[in-house]
């Protein structure tokens, strides 16, 4: 079993960066597909980006697309999300996530492991 534990998360401006980090324990990131997610409130939790396991191929909603990226730092155990260029709209809590043959990639319930999120909030 995996443990997710999400930090980075905090307040800019819109047009500002943040790096979101994931760090496990418990198991080695590189066998899963890590992937991050947002939800805003009232809203469902959104896929932002993924990336399958033993491989660099990366995915992303196209709302995001060209500004954030996922990476894996394998001697570490973290996953990263590099966020730039941050819109208003980008505000949310944001959850590491975790899974073994995942086949929808977009889809939350592919994911068995979750963090506990954390808060990223941009200001216009």
């Known amino acids: 079993q995996v443990q997710l534990v999400e930090s980075g998360g905090g307040l800019v401006q819109a047009g500002g960066s943040l790096r979101l980090s994931c760090a496990a324990s418990?198991?080695?990131?590189?066998?899963?597909?890590m992937g991050w997610f947002r939800q805003a409130p009232g809203k469902e939790r959104e896929f932002v980006a993924a990336?399958?396991?033993?491989?660099?191929?990366?995915y992303y909603p196209d709302s995001v697309k060209g500004r954030f990226s996922i990476a894996r730092d394998n001697a570490k155990n973290t996953v990263t999300l590099q966020m730039n260029r941050l819109k208003p709209e980008d505000t949310a809590v944001y959850y590491c996530?975790?899974?073994?043959?995942?086949?929808?990639?977009?889809?939350?319930?592919?994911?068995?492991?979750w963090g506990q999120g954390t808060q990223v909030t941009v200001s216009s």
């Open positions: 996530a975790a899974g073994r043959r995942v086949g929808i990639l977009t889809s939350s319930r592919a994911y068995g492991y």
């Open positions: 418990g198991s080695t990131l590189s066998s899963y597909t």
């Open positions: 990336v399958r396991e033993s491989t660099i191929n990366t």
